[in-house]
């Protein structure tokens, strides 16, 4: 059974960086689609980015130029780089794989397996 662990969130000042890590451990992550979702408190859970294992990206428009995707087979994780952060970006963090095709990259019930989640705040 493969579990997604995520790690790096915290508090940051507007305009500042924050970098999160997923770890798959019981698994390959090169055979799941790799994303980020994230949930703001009242606010229903909202794509952030996605990559694929051949290294397509895609990202939400409010973070597009801000935020890189990226992954390490070898090291089974997938990373989210976040610049330029917002306090609007204040959310808890959530890992996401998906296993196969999908629709929609960017609707949740697109994945089969979640992590915990981690806190971001971003303050003004």
Do not use: H
């Amino acid at each position: 059974q493969v579990q997604l662990v995520e790690s790096g969130g915290g508090l940051v000042q507007a305009g500042g960086s924050l970098s999160l890590s997923c770890a798959a451990s019981g698994g390959s992550f090169s055979n799941y689609r790799g994303a980020w979702f994230r949930q703001a408190p009242g606010k229903e859970r909202e794509f952030v980015a996605v990559n694929w294992s051949g290294g397509t990206s895609r990202y939400a428009d409010s973070v597009k130029g801000r935020v890189t995707i990226s992954r390490d087979n070898a090291k089974n994780t997938v990373y989210l780089q976040m610049n330029s952060l917002k306090p609007e970006d204040t959310a808890v963090y959530y890992c996401a794989a998906g296993y196969g095709s999908t629709y929609d990259y960017a609707a949740a019930s697109g994945y089969d397996l979640w992590g915990q989640g981690t806190q971001v705040i971003v303050s003004s």
